[in-house]
């Protein structure tokens, strides 16, 4: 039972999820539509893969909102510009940087020019080399542990079902993030604001360290012959596709590889985000949802350390960047938000409310 200041106290629209304030027909309405886009977007992915390139996860996303909205232009048309236009800024200034980011550091420090494309022998970026490289042995007595884990547990054109289990985690980076929003948005409006808050910032710190410190991944090094002559670092999520003969995802995953910045390794935001997850979602889950957060946060790291995309350096790098945002702006900005959350938030514990 509520108290009666609980009862009486006005409620503003930044408080109450859109979801909520919309009527119950409205609600039924929103829902038929969102089941139509889940279906769309299932049939779309058993034809053209699952979507990486920036241009259909946005459009998925505002479609998907247009839904949310129950179709209302005008509701649609506030709720992007209001609520989503950070978010879509700073992933498109993230595209827009990718290909200036190597330039400028790359530039600013006099670093190696390297091949950066096993199918171009002119492709050519500037990047740090050695940096992860050292960490990583120097963590693991000598060991870089992406040939170590790639030696025993890789074999080429052999799809094991440890395999196909890193192409799911891999690719789910390119939903979860912007999925988990959406149901925010609908359910918990406040939260949606500090999860959002959290997104953009650790996004914008990622992508000012990529332009200042531009980083070669372990595939750029076994191209370029520096882990020793012969010693190949081997893309695991894309060389599996192929060997799965999964045209449509593998075309969509290469597709992706457009849009993505290839010597943006220090920090992983692959590996970021999942522990922005667990991390902001902590205090707001039960016991379950800290264990699989934990666990997507370690799998995720191991693909990335397995699949030849990233150094244990780049992990823990994204790791404390992610903690470092999520901690900050817990004391600086998130307390001075509501802290009501409403009761149809499915990721938290419903509050306990004292008798009146």
């Not at 996303?61 to 839904?67: C, D, Q, V």
């Not at 395999?163 to 993030?177: E, M």
């Not at 012959?225 to 893309?235: A, S």
């Amino acid at each position: 039972m509520t108290t009666e200041l609980e009862e009486t106290r006005p409620v503003t629209p930044h408080e109450v999820s859109p979801w909520r304030l919309a009527g119950l027909r409205a609600r039924q309405r929103r829902r038929r539509l969102l089941l139509l886009v889940v279906v769309a977007f299932t049939l779309s992915v058993a034809l053209a893969g699952v979507p990486t390139g920036r241009e259909w996860l946005t459009f998925w996303m505002l479609l998907t909102l247009f839904a949310a909205c129950g179709g209302e232009w005008g509701v649609w048309r506030r709720a992007v510009v209001r609520d989503w236009l950070p978010l879509l800024a700073v992933l498109f200034a993230y595209d827009l940087l990718r290909g200036v980011a190597n330039e400028i550091g790359g530039r600013l420090f006099g670093l190696p020019v390297l091949r950066a494309n096993p199918t171009n022998q002119v492709s050519a970026v500037r990047a740090h080399l050695w940096p992860p490289i050292d960490f990583d042995r120097t963590l693991f007595g000598g060991h870089v542990p992406t040939l170590w884990l790639q030696q025993h547990f890789f074999d080429p054109g052999v799809a094991h079902w440890y395999d196909r289990i890193a192409i799911c985690v891999y690719l789910s980076h390119f939903l979860v993030s912007l999925v988990l929003a959406i149901v925010l948005w609908c359910v918990n409006y406040p939260l949606f604001r500090r999860y959002l808050a959290a997104l953009v910032s650790l996004t914008l710190v990622t992508l000012a360290t990529y332009v200042l410190f531009p980083a070669a991944p372990p595939w750029m090094a076994g191209l370029n012959n520096k882990f020793g002559k012969g010693v190949e670092v081997h893309r695991v999520v894309q060389e599996t596709l192929h060997t799965l003969g999964g045209s449509t995802v593998d075309s969509a995953v290469e597709k992706g590889a457009a849009y993505s910045n290839s010597v943006a390794a220090m920090p992983s935001l692959h590996a970021a985000i999942p522990m922005l997850l667990l991390v902001f979602f902590w205090p707001e889950v039960r016991t379950r949802g800290k264990i699989g957060l934990s666990i997507y946060a370690g799998t995720m790291a191991l693909v990335l350390v397995y699949g030849g995309e990233h150094y244990v350096a780049d992990v823990l790098a994204g790791w404390l960047y992610a903690i470092v945002v999520t901690v900050l702006l817990r004391k600086l900005a998130f307390r001075k938000e509501p802290v009501d959350a409403p009761a149809d938030n499915p990721l938290t514990t419903p509050a306990h409310h004292p008798s009146g």
